[in-house]
């Protein structure tokens, strides 16, 4: 943990913080079936613009920490306060307010912090690259609905192969990104779909749909079936394993959300 201060529908609410801007969690209508969103890119609710953390950071030599505001992450705090070789990333706090933050204890786990100047995102966007095959962990989520979804904001690439939420003691990985958001995930269903003309393989399982720019990717997973495996509902997961995977934001369902909150999200994820 870490210490110190630290398409879609249009948006119509003013928040609390930020000077007016508005925050999509905010104006969803229905969160019962909303696990979590966590971002290093900026507050997607208006308590996490100038009250609540969204991310704690580490200085990674002299183990200074401090947490930041989506506000101050967004006025570059983050580059300004660290004075080290890199900031890594302690925690990612969860702004839907159900407090299922990602974290862990172990440095050599820990995502590198990368601000807009370090050129990673094609839109520039603040994220987050997962180091040593690991990354981020929560102890459980409880997903257990038969139509969840997942939405990612992610660098891809012609030459990458990421593993996003990897489930404790499954050595098969949820969602795995190959070439350019080219990604497949475990064998329920048969249908094809593409991203940027790659078809995934092998089978999947749900409705895939993407905006990219350039290699960055907004990917939003649909009628996920969680029950496939029961250890979803109780298991710890990893959110990356393996592939050094770059990313700025996730929001997951642990069934289906009303269409127009995850059109609300896919267009604050927009890039």
């Known amino acids: 943990m870490a210490i110190g201060n630290g398409i879609g529908l249009p948006f119509t609410s003013m928040g609390g913080g930020g000077g007016g801007k508005s925050y999509p969690i905010d104006d969803l209508t229905d969160t019962t079936n909303l696990v979590g969103s966590w971002s290093v890119e900026k507050a997607f609710a208006s308590t996490y613009a100038d009250t609540n953390a969204i991310l704690g950071a580490k200085m990674f030599t002299s183990g200074t920490e401090r947490d930041f505001t989506g506000d101050s992450v967004e006025a570059g705090d983050v580059a300004t306060w660290n004075s080290d070789t890199k900031a890594v990333i302690t925690d990612m706090y969860d702004q839907s307010g159900n407090g299922n933050d990602w974290a862990t204890t172990i440095l050599s786990r820990m995502p590198v912090y990368i601000d807009t100047n370090q050129v990673t ?33 992610f660098k891809g690439g012609t030459d990458i192969s990421y593993r996003i939420l990897r489930m404790a003691g499954n050595e098969s990985p949820f969602i795995t990104f190959v070439g350019n958001g080219s990604d497949c995930f475990h064998d329920v269903g048969t249908p094809d779909y593409e991203v940027n003309g790659s078809v995934m393989t092998p089978k999947t399982r749900g409705e895939l749909h993407t905006q990219t720019s350039g290699n960055d990717v907004v990917l939003a997973i649909t009628n996920i079936d969680w029950t496939d495996d029961a250890a979803w509902a109780t298991a710890g997961i990893q959110l990356a394993y393996q592939g050094d995977s770059i990313i700025s934001s996730v929001t997951i369902w642990k069934a289906a959300p009303p269409a127009e909150d995850l059109a609300t999200m896919i267009s604050a994820y927009a890039l």
Do not use: P
């Open 121 to 153: 995102m094609n839109n520039g966007s603040r994220s987050m690259e997962m180091i040593n095959g690991f990354g981020l962990e929560q102890s459980a989520l409880g997903l257990n609905g038969t139509d969840g979804a997942v939405l990612l904001k």
